[in-house]
């Protein structure tokens, strides 16, 4: 079975990247990836900037469904996505389905 990969853009306020990575890191990070299995977490260096860049990893769309709604009802996720809602400014999520030759399947 290939694995499906959820691709999450977050364009934050300028200024504000190094304030939503340490929030995140001190009060998101491990309740996120107690649910989601993290393929990697960036940010942008050259292009557009104030960019956090996200790869989630999944079996299927309903593995996916399933994992997000068991995060969504966490008491701590609802506690914290209110305190980085104000430093986003877009929100983006494309779903990526490897080729037959792709590394990572």
Known sequence: ?????????????PGR??????LYEKE???VHTQYLPLIGYFTTDVGTL??????????SMAD???????LY?????IAFA???TPFIQK???????????????
């Not at 990247?17 to 340490?22: C, E, G, I, S, V």
């Not at 960019?51 to 079996?59: A, C, F, K, P, R």
């Not at 009802?73 to 996720?77: G, K, L, Q």
């Open 28 to 30: 998101a990070f491990a």
């Open 17 to 22: 990247l190094r304030d939503f990575l340490a």
């Open 64 to 70: 996916r469904d399933e994992k997000r709604a068991l």
């Open 1 to 13: 079975m290939s694995m499906i990969v959820d691709h999450r853009t977050y364009e934050l306020q």
């Open 82 to 84: 209110p305190k980085v």
């Open 73 to 77: 009802a966490d008491p701590a996720w």
């Open 91 to 105: 929100m983006e999520t494309e779903i990526l389905r490897p080729t037959s030759f792709s590394p990572i399947r």
């Open 50 to 59: 104030n960019q956090v860049v996200s790869l989630w990893g999944y079996e």
